[in-house]
């Protein structure tokens, strides 16, 4: 019921209407930037810095970026990635309180003029997430307080009122209803591309 089968489900609707698709995820999508994620989402004694975390996030993307993403676009292939930018905005700027300037620097520096052209964002009140994540260990941003969570949410569906390419799916409702929503989106997108 999570993002991996809602991802699938994504590459599966782009294949189907004939295009290549290089799959992917942030932070990670290269061997350096997955060493990067690790560092990142480690838990740890010492605390990680709001801005510790946006320039690791960045540099994992930059390396993304030159490795599979831009590579993939060259060839004509389409990119579906797990998190990309937005998320930054989310968790370092609304979950962090870290200034947007400071991440639009640093997106201009690492993308250019690169951006998605659709973002889905899956949205669940953190309380549904955080029963979702179960007993699994738990990363080091999943340990976040609820508050955390919520700054989180409000930033992504602020960042989607003013952006129209964001789109907003109920992932609380039945899987079905999920799917059904982002097939429509995806329907939709593919349409008019």
């Known amino acids: 019921m999570g993002k991996s089968t809602n991802l699938a489900l994504v590459v599966d609707l782009i294949k189907a209407r004939g295009h290549s698709v290089v799959t992917t995820r942030e932070p990670g999508g290269t061997p ?29 993307r930059a390396q993304h970026l030159e490795s599979v993403i831009k590579p993939a676009l060259d060839t004509g ?7 990309f930018t937005d998320a930054t905005y989310a968790y ?17 520096l690492v993308q250019g003029e690169l951006r998605p052209d659709l973002t889905l964002y899956l949205d669940v009140p953190p309380e549904v997430g955080y029963a979702r994540i179960g007993d699994r ?6 340990q976040e307080a609820v508050n955390f969570h919520e700054r989180v949410r409000a930033a992504y569906l602020e960042r989607a009122r003013q952006l ?17 929503n982002i097939r429509s989106l995806i329907g939709d997108f593919l349409d008019a591309s």
């Not at 370092?92 to 201009?108: D, F, H, K, N, T």
Request: proline fraction near 4%; include cysteine; hydrophobic fraction near 45%.
């Open 32 to 60: 350096l930037a997955e060493e990067i994620r690790d560092l990142f989402l480690g838990v740890r004694d010492e605390t990680v810095h709001g801005l510790t975390e946006l320039l690791l996030i960045f540099a994992a």
């Open 77 to 83: 292939s389409w990119v579906v990635c797990d998190r």
């Open 92 to 108: 370092q700027g609304g979950g962090r309180g870290l200034p947007v300037a400071q991440i639009e620097v640093l997106e201009s």
């Open 137 to 142: 260990e738990h990363d080091r941003l999943e």
């Open 164 to 180: 129209p390419r964001i789109r907003v799916v109920d992932a609380s409702a039945p899987l079905e209803d999920v799917q059904a």
